[in-house]
């Protein structure tokens, strides 16, 4: 089954840029999607299609897909970032879906 | 404004049964693919189930395929999740999700706040 590889965490200081990462076969043949999750709540989705926002979904965060690895952005960080992150593709070739392992981002 | 509410989770023993139900709201629920999602306390997002739009067609990972079966009602803008043969492993908070309005639909875009099922002797 495909797999999808996510740093365990990822720290930044307020105003800066945290990247995180999602690591996959080929996954930029993929489309990407990201979802942000707070402690208690439901997962958000913040980026589809690999770049491509929600409406509501503030411009610091972007997203880029390439080779084997996907990437979401988050610049000029504030404190309400803090949540986990989870990468996830639809695996056509098992009509399956999967997330990745799961960020923790932690504004410093 | 989209609203999914999940209930029906529970305390059940291994080897039992539990439904659940997500009533949906303010969009056209006949229109779009819908799905459940799974996470252990402290842990990942799981992908369990999806159901097409007129409900003829499901699909499962191979965890839970021939356990769980979902079903939806579009008279009533609810989904439901059977579970069967409930396994210690099945314990986690079950989330409703709206499949993005593509068929199959490729990613989640509204989710609901979850229900926690327990399975334990």
């Known amino acids: 089954s495909y797999v999808l590889t996510q740093p365990s965490s990822v720290s930044a200081a307020p105003g800066q840029t945290a990247r995180i990462p999602c690591g996959g076969n080929y996954i930029g043949t993929n489309s990407v999607h990201w979802y942000q999750q707070k402690p208690g709540q439901a997962p958000l989705l913040v980026v589809y299609d690999d770049s491509d926002r929600p409406s509501g979904i503030p411009e610091r965060f972007s997203g880029s897909n390439s080779g084997n690895t996907a990437t979401l952005t988050i610049t000029r960080v504030e404190a309400g970032d803090e949540a986990d992150y989870y990468c996830?593709?639809?695996?056509?070739?098992?009509?399956?879906?999967?997330f990745g392992t799961g960020t923790k981002v932690t504004v410093l | 404004e989209v609203q999914l509410v999940e209930s029906g989770g529970g305390l059940v023993q291994p080897g039992g049964s539990l439904r659940l139900s997500c009533a949906a709201s303010g969009f056209t629920f006949s229109s779009h693919w819908m799905h459940w999602v799974r996470q252990v306390p402290g842990k990942g997002l799981v992908w369990v189930s999806r159901?097409?739009?007129?409900?003829?067609?499901?699909t499962y990972p191979d965890s839970v395929e021939g356990r769980f079966t979902i079903s939806r009602d579009n008279a009533k803008n609810t989904l439901h999740l059977q579970m069967n043969s409930l396994r210690v492993d099945d314990t986690a908070v079950y989330f409703c999700?709206?499949?993005?309005?593509?068929?199959?639909?490729?990613?989640?875009?509204?989710w609901g706040r979850g229900t926690l099922v327990t399975v334990s002797s």
């Open positions: 159901i097409n739009s007129d409900g003829s067609t499901t």
């Open positions: 996830q593709v639809w695996d056509r070739s098992s009509d399956q879906y999967v």
């Open positions: 999700a709206r499949g993005d309005p593509r068929p199959p639909s490729f990613y989640f875009d509204y």
